[in-house]
């Protein structure tokens, strides 16, 4: 059964592990834990804690197969619709909290949540140190967290670089996850807010260079205004390559060959092949929208794509 470890967060993630849940892998989520808006970023910034809604989102898709675990998956997606304290706080971020609380360290209380969600695989947080995302634009300028990069909308400035504010070490799991694993699979999302921030944790990218591992990048079907406008695929895979090692090479990416609709106001990824090629060994070209959910990938046809490259 091969080991198959999923990088990102965000909606992208789970989509990932939705489609290899049920397939015959050995499954492991690790998750970025650097948002700073909504439920996430008040119970952080209450608490002192990293953000939650990231891991909370793919412990809901990897919860086990049982009534109990689905309806308590679904339970945690609620959310508040008051007018006070608890308006528009997910239940499933203060359950996580509570058990952070009560365990008495954030490792003791999230290993709880795997076990009462009855999750079958693993997830785990990049780290468990606080830490915020900034930005450096090419103009010089800063943007300080990742909800103020989210939230800058279209603009020409280009992200330059991104940092953490302060430095934070990987949970010692996710580097020996990711160094005896037989596939790292970066999942599509928000490349400088997601992706990224978890490639910048020390350790993680030193661990991603010396193992044996296949790396296998799934493109994202559009770009996103605030940080990727005018963004090809050759653009994506160097911007990781430059928070890998500058010899990486993907072994495989898997972009979208089928005609899909914008969303929103964000433009689909031009497949730049010849650019793209520089930085992988093959790209696979495969029909893995969704054709129900506008901007997603079909966890299903995904999964195929990803199962297809471990086999081949």
Known sequence: MSKVVVIGGGTGCPVILEGLKPREVSLTAVVTMMDS????????EELDIPALGDFRRCLQTMAGPNRWAELLA????????SSGELAGHSLGNLILSGLIKLDGSIKSGLDSALELFGVSGTVLPVTTENSTVCAILSDGSKLISEGVIDRRGISDIRIKKVYLDPQVHADPRVIETIQNCDAVVFAPGDLFTSLVPILLVDGVSQAIASSSARLIVVANLHTKNSETGGYRLSDFLSTLVQYLDEKTIFDSVIANNEPINMFGDNQIVELDLDASNKWTREINLRP????????????ERTANAILEVLDS
């Open 37 to 44: 808006g909504g439920s996430s970023g008040r119970i952080r």
């Open 74 to 81: 679904k339970l945690s997606d609620y959310r508040f619709e």
């Open 288 to 299: 893995v929208a969704s054709l129900e959910n506008l901007g997603s990938h079909d966890p």
